[in-house]
């Protein structure tokens, strides 16, 4: 997607990004009448107030939706938001993040969304949580830096802990293997552990598709058509960074040491 780097930043520093699966949107639903659809967001307070923006959407109805369906969601809006709920902890869970690896359809509905499909969507590696939960994903600096590399899945609960990192089959190049590395995480360091991740999301990023799956193609992505030049050159560069070694995570910054070390 096209950069815009004055949200991307505040979302970055101040806010925890979280899913919808299928129980929260349920409870969206019995409470405002819809279930936030793609495109949407909710800004919600630690306690899971939502935070309402007072505009109406395109209907002229008041509606509480931030983004596509409902106010934009700018750089002024969220500075806004952050004024008025000052954070007061940096803490940071993998339970938040954890998708459960079962099937996507339920009878008579769309959701919930399955973690095959969000990661093809966000074009972003899975990363599959095996055994016991490893102590460096319990480890909020870890986390911070890691989180926003992959698409978290809780694999299997016994066994020894291990992290098996995936690329989806969606737009997956000929020839290419789904699975990208299997990480013994209890027998390493912090430090390695950190590393290990690290080379199993740039090997991804090496050939990640580059838009993703329909988005210029179905009715909703027809507004992106016209700068569909500057995104796919965009994501050209990204990709020949990566195979250079030189792109960066999500959220890092040229000479930026890993907190935890």
């Known amino acids: 997607m096209l950069s815009k780097p004055e949200v991307y930043s505040k979302l970055a520093s101040s806010f925890v990004g979280l899913r919808f699966d299928w129980e929260q949107g349920n409870h969206y639903k019995d409470k405002f009448g819809f279930i936030p659809g793609t495109g949407d967001q909710l800004f919600l307070t630690p306690s899971g107030e939502v935070i309402p923006h007072g505009q109406k959407n395109n209907e002229g109805k008041t509606t509480v939706v931030y983004g596509r369906h409902g106010c934009d969601t700018t750089g002024e809006v969220l500075e806004e938001i952050m004024g008025a709920h000052q954070k007061k902890s940096d ?22 969304a399955s973690h095959t499909s969000i990661a093809g969507y966000a074009r972003l590696p899975l990363a599959f949580v095996h055994g016991e939960i490893p102590a460096a994903l319990r480890d909020p600096e870890f986390l911070r830096w890691h989180v926003r590399q992959f698409i978290w899945v809780r694999g299997e609960t016994n066994g020894p802990s291990r992290i098996v990192v995936k690329r989806v089959k969606d737009g997956l190049k000929k020839d290419l293997s789904t699975e990208i590395a299997s990480i013994d995480a209890g027998a390493i360091s912090k430090k390695q552990f950190g590393e290990s991740l690290d080379a199993a999301w740039l090997d991804y990023a090496k050939y990640r598709p580059l838009v993703a799956r329909g988005y210029l193609d179905n009715p909703h992505g027809k507004w992106m058509r016209s700068v569909r030049d500057q995104m796919i050159n965009e994501e050209q560069e990204l990709r020949s960074r990566a195979l250079a070694g030189t792109l960066l995570a999500p959220g890092r910054k040229p000479g930026e040491r890993a907190p935890y070390l």
């Open 91 to 112: 803490a940071l869970k993998l339970e938040w993040f954890l998708w459960e690896d079962k099937p996507s359809r339920r009878p008579g509905g769309r959701y919930p």
